[in-house]
């Protein structure tokens, strides 16, 4: 029998060495004053510096410490994804390497997934010791997501310090740079009851962000494309479809104006304007242009989603 596990710890990092050892320590404490079983689960993302050397050495003295090396740079998602994969606990947490995230927030957080009955909660860093220049856009970053995924309980979609109920990081899948999304990943997955802690934040003790400003850009496009495929992924026709028809009927309401009155002036002997000289003209051609080609669109994107193999996934929580 597997012996039972309360939490894992999925630490992903890239050039964190000076942090690892202080990390892993304070986890310990924590973890031990509370009696919590758990795991370590250190996730190199590629490090150029000797943190996987500082991991192996932390695993070879301490048996819950375990290390999972990229050979080169993915990305936060994929160090995440590959954790997820391994987390044995029955509550996963997920806390950034550098030393901002409070290992001491663990037992509530877990308590809140255990007793308060939630499949997820993020931190939120009330109080952030982070510049300006990304506090503001952080702001507005999140103002966009509550919007755009109904979760508007959430004030810090980003929050590296999160917990998780098992079958949740188990059922979904982050991949890119979703890991900012992940509740509405979740959310998307039926896991609907997410719930927030606010958490104690740190400036950055050692090292220096990974991150530059194109997080927000690329945050926004990975944003409109979860927002799209959680509506439309498995039916694009519905909305290409519907763009296309429209576009197409409004070009041809005006096709049918242009030629009207052009057979209503022949008839009546008014000299007849060139059909090109109508505005109505130019906007029969665009639009029906662009109907069908949205209409076509739709189809390749039918076809391409009735060849996924996610066509048929769906989350199933019991059977009996
Ligand atoms: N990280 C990673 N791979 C990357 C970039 C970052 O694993 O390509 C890790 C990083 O080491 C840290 C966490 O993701 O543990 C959050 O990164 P960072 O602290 O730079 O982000 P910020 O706090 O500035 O949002
Ligand atoms: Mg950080």
Not at 23 to 50: M, P, Q
Not at 94 to 103: C, F, N, Y
Not at 176 to 197: D, Q, S, V, W
Not at 219 to 242: C, N, T
């Amino acid at each position: 029998m597997i012996p039972h596990m309360d939490i894992s710890i999925i630490v992903p990092l890239y050039n964190e060495e000076e942090s690892l050892p202080e990390l892993h320590a304070w986890i310990k404490r924590v973890c031990d004053n509370n009696n919590l079983s758990y795991e370590v689960i250190f996730v190199n993302d590629g490090s150029t510096d000797t943190s996987w050397q500082v991991i192996e050495r932390l695993a070879a003295a301490n048996p819950e410490v375990h290390g999972i090396s990229f050979r080169r740079n993915y990305g936060k998602s994929p160090a995440l994804f590959c954790g997820f994969r391994q987390a044995k606990g029955d509550v996963v947490i997920t806390m950034d390497a550098d030393l901002q995230d409070s290992p001491d927030e663990i037992p509530e957080l877990r308590r809140m997934i255990v007793e308060d009955g939630y499949d997820l909660v993020s931190g939120y860093k009330q109080k952030r010791y982070d510049p300006l220049s990304k506090t503001i856009p952080t702001k507005l970053f999140n103002a966009t997501a509550r919007a755009v995924s109904g979760i508007h309980n959430l004030h810090d979609f980003n929050c590296g310090l999160k917990a998780y109920r098992r079958d949740v990081v188990k059922n979904i899948e982050v991949y890119g740079e979703m890991h900012r999304y992940i509740p509405i990943l979740a959310k998307n997955a039926g896991f609907t009851r997410i719930g927030e802690k606010v958490v104690h934040h740190q400036a950055r003790k050692y090292g220096k962000t990974k991150f530059g400003l194109d997080r927000f850009v690329n945050g926004y496009l990975d944003l409109m494309s979860l927002w799209f495929l959680g509506r439309f992924g498995q039916k694009p026709m519905h909305v290409f479809g519907l763009l296309g028809s429209l576009m197409f009927l409004i070009g041809l309401i005006a096709v049918v104006v242009v030629g009207a009155s052009k057979l209503y002036a022949l008839a009546n002997g008014i000299p007849a304007r060139l059909v090109t000289d109508s505005p109505y003209f130019y906007i029969s051609l665009t639009m029906m242009l662009l109907g069908t080609q949205l209409f076509v669109a739709g189809f390749l994107g039918e076809l391409i989603s009735r060849n996924s193999d996610l066509r048929n996934n769906y989350q199933i929580e019991k059977v009996i």
